[in-house]
């Protein structure tokens, strides 16, 4: 049998022990964190094109997650290397010199494969007399002052070559006016004419014919995560919420 003194002495040697392995992984903690800092300070300038600080890192209950304290900004959390980040919910990888939402990269993928499945004869199509340099593919509202704005300018987006393909998305639902006004436009016989004197303020009889392609958009915009109108997708993947005159679309899609 082990005597008493024995006992008290294998317990010290295992306190002793104990000490110097959380001594270890403090040390090799302090490291990774020196690291993780360094690499999110770095991807996070580059990414926002100022410097970014980072106060603080510490551990986490998670074994995988560290908490990262912004300089006069948010708590975030990222994986223990910092090569990866939580950001809104998004999943980004950092490098030094840039950071990639890998969350995004994947919306991208999502609204190109969604979108290019629909046949243009179930949209609203505003085309340039000559071949197109460009498409966007507009979420629209007939009660959005916005839309009526950007639908003011179709000649000019069609003059710089930007073909306007409409979606229907009723910001009130399914039951609301404008999801009858918007049934109304697709179900005429002219529907570009009809859906510019609706957005016009033009009244006219509800028709709300029978196949219109209405809900499947609206399920659609809200798949894609538009959450108001206009919402402009383009032909790169891109969602830009909002009105964006023809000048600034053009600008962004690259077209002189």
């Known amino acids: 049998m082990v005597d008493i003194a024995m006992k008290r002495t294998l317990g010290r040697l295992l306190a002793l022990c104990a ?6 992984v403090l040390a090799a903690d302090e490291s990774s964190f020196e690291n993780a800092k360094s690499r999110l300070e ?20 998670s074994p995988d997650l560290i908490e990262v304290t912004i300089a006069d900004g948010p708590v975030l959390y990222a994986t223990r290397t910092g090569e990866f980040l939580l950001l809104n919910g998004d999943l980004l990888k950092v490098s030094s010199s840039s950071v990639l939402n890998l ?23 505003f085309s ?26 179709m ?22 006016q404008g999801a009858k006004q918007l049934a ?35 399920a659609l915009g809200n798949r894609l995560g538009v959450r108001g109108t206009p919402a402009i997708v383009t032909s790169d993947g891109q969602l830009i919420p909002g009105y964006r005159s023809a000048s600034d679309m053009a600008g962004l899609l690259g077209i002189e």
Do not use: Q
């Open 19 to 24: 000490l110097v392995f959380a001594g270890c």
């Open 42 to 61: 770095a991807g996070l300038s580059a990414m926002v094109g100022s410097a970014i600080s980072i106060d603080s890192i510490a551990a986490t209950e």
């Open 103 to 125: 969350t995004e990269e994947r919306r991208v993928s999502d609204r190109l494969s969604l979108i290019s499945a629909l046949d243009t004869d179930d949209m609203i199509v």
């Open 128 to 153: 340039p007399v000559d071949p197109a340099k460009a498409v966007i593919t507009v979420f629209t509202d007939i009660t959005c002052g916005f839309c009526r704005k950007l639908h003011l300018e």
């Open 155 to 176: 000649d000019e987006f069609n003059r710089r070559g930007i073909e306007v393909r409409y979606l229907a998305f009723p910001r009130g639902g399914m039951t609301s």
């Open 184 to 218: 109304t436009a697709w179900c005429a016989r002219n529907r570009e004419a009809t859906l510019t004197s609706l957005k016009s303020g033009v009244e006219m009889p509800l028709n709300e014919c029978e196949g219109n392609p209405v809900a499947e958009h609206y």
